[in-house]
């Protein structure tokens, strides 16, 4: 039997009865969503907002929703700064933020507008620093102003540093609590929601039930590892980590292809949270792939500092040691990690040393706020990151849809890429893959 979630942040709102009803009367669905992360629930619950007559079921691996990705990340509501203008990245994060920001208010879901100091410590990042204040104008992104040496100490007393970007409109949020009610939003309207259904195939209904046309009303068959199946019309996949193969498992290209990364937090002990107000960040080096170590005060007053980037032995492996054979075959046989590690072989290598060595980490942060010492550190929570790759070794920045053709593929469309800030932007997301699932399916 199929599990509907339960549990104490995520309360089924229909009765045992109405679900059995549900059970009974729509064992066939008009749209499957595979994958409760913050993208497949947002996207669900956008979806059904628009069309509340259809019936949608969302089915997720694990006993719970939203525990890969975001469930594991730094909790920011990032407001659109970093991203080419004009690219969908930044314009889905700058309307993401104003809508997550209205979400929140509306469903009374705690959040903190704290902001944000990009800061320079060398002369030879300001050039860079300036850059990111037009890119962020050039963004619309709100209230952004440089400051100098003082404008940072009256926002952090502690950091040090010679200019710095000033975002007040970036903000702190728990990104799981705000899925999960994505998810609540969902099922209130109708949706159902499975978890424990890992689906490892996607084809056509060789046959209906016998004396009906079911086959071809519903004729794609959604089977799960333990033989379960759904039976939709269409499927939308948005699987994070497994977005490659989903999508392979439909019959589409296996690239972008994904490489788990791993990001490692410290914490800062209690006794120290007193030196961070806000979120503090490098300065990025265009150089490398990801945003530097940051310092990060969480909703529930903790204080994360990092994280670093190495690549991952196993998709979703939250441990340094955990490993698993296909995951590693997979990303080491693939021409595109293999010139990506060429490419930032001392930069990786740095990533890897200091992910072992605290000290060294803590050597960088010291260059931000230099009262900070190892003896106040320790080690965190970790975060893998679904990071796209194509053949040329090039990080895939941009979202990327795929659908495919032929009797499944022109019923199915993969999310293939939701690269960070997905969590920031999961609204404004869901109202453009919505818009692509009525263009293709004419729902
Ligand atoms: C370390 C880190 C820090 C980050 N910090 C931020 C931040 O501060 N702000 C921000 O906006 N963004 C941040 N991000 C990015 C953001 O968290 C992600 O972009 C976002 O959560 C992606 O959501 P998703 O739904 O695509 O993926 P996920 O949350 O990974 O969800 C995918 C879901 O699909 C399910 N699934 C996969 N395969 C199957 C299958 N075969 N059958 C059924 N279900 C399946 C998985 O179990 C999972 O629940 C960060 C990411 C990381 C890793």
Not at 72 to 89: A, E, M, R
Not at 151 to 163: L, Q, T
Not at 387 to 399: I, K, M, T
Request: hydrophobic share 40%; proline share 5%.
């Amino acid at each position: 039997m199929f599990r509907v979630l339960h549990s104490a942040a995520f309360r089924p709102v229909c009765s045992q009865r109405l679900l059995k009803d549900a059970r009974r009367l729509h064992s066939t669905y008009d749209v499957a969503i595979v994958g409760g992360g913050i993208v497949g629930l947002a996207t669900a619950r956008e979806l059904i907002l628009r069309h509340p007559n259809l019936n949608f079921i969302l089915v997720e691996k694990e006993k719970e929703l939203s525990v890969h990705q975001s469930g594991h990340n730094s909790g920011v509501i990032h407001s659109g700064i970093y991203y080419t203008p004009g690219s969908l990245k930044a314009r889905l994060c700058v309307r993401g933020a104003t809508l997550a920001y209205e979400y929140c208010d509306k469903k009374n879901l705690p959040y903190n507008k704290c902001g944000k100091l990009i800061v320079a410590v060398e002369q030879e990042e300001i050039p860079r620093l300036k850059a990111l204040y037009e890119r962020g104008q050039k963004n619309n992104v709100r209230d952004l102003s440089l400051v100098d040496a003082k404008g940072i100490r009256e926002r952090e007393p502690f950091c040090r540093g010679i200019m710095a970007l000033d975002s007040p409109y970036t903000g702190i949020v728990d990104w799981r609590m705000v899925a999960l009610r994505y998810g609540q939003d969902f099922e209130e309207a109708g949706g159902r929601v499975v978890t424990e259904f890992e689906v490892n195939d996607i084809s056509t209904a060789t046959e209906s039930p016998q004396g009906t046309a079911e086959g071809m009303v519903h004729p794609i068959v959604i089977r799960d590892t333990k033989g379960e199946e759904v039976r939709s019309r269409f499927v939308l996949t948005c699987g994070g980590l497994y977005s490659d193969r989903l999508s392979q498992i439909s019959g589409c290209s296996r690239e972008p292809r994904i490489v788990p990364f791993r990001g490692d937090y410290l914490v800062l002990k209690p006794e120290k949270h007193y030196l961070v107000k806000g979120n503090i960040y490098p300065v990025p080096d265009p150089r490398f792939p990801f945003l530097g170590v940051h310092f990060t005060p969480r909703m529930d007053g903790s204080v994360w500092l990092g994280p670093n980037a190495v690549l991952a032995f196993k998709r979703e492996g939250y441990k340094l040691l955990d490993f698993n054979a296909r995951d590693m075959v997979d990303a080491l046989s693939f021409r595109g990690l293999q010139k990506l590690v060429l490419k930032n072989i001392t930069y990786g290598l740095g990533e890897m040393y200091r992910g072992f060595n605290m000290a060294a980490q803590v050597k960088l942060l010291q260059k931000y706020i230099p009262e900070m010492s190892v003896s106040d550190v320790l080690r965190g929570p970790s975060g893998v990151r679904a990071q796209a790759l194509d053949r040329g070794g090039n990080l895939v920045d941009d979202f990327v849809f795929d659908g495919g053709v032929g009797d499944v593929g022109s019923r199915v469309l993969h999310v293939r890429n939701a690269p960070s800030p997905a969590a920031t932007s999961s609204l404004s997301i869901a109202e453009m893959v919505a818009d692509e699932v009525e263009k293709r399916f004419e729902l």
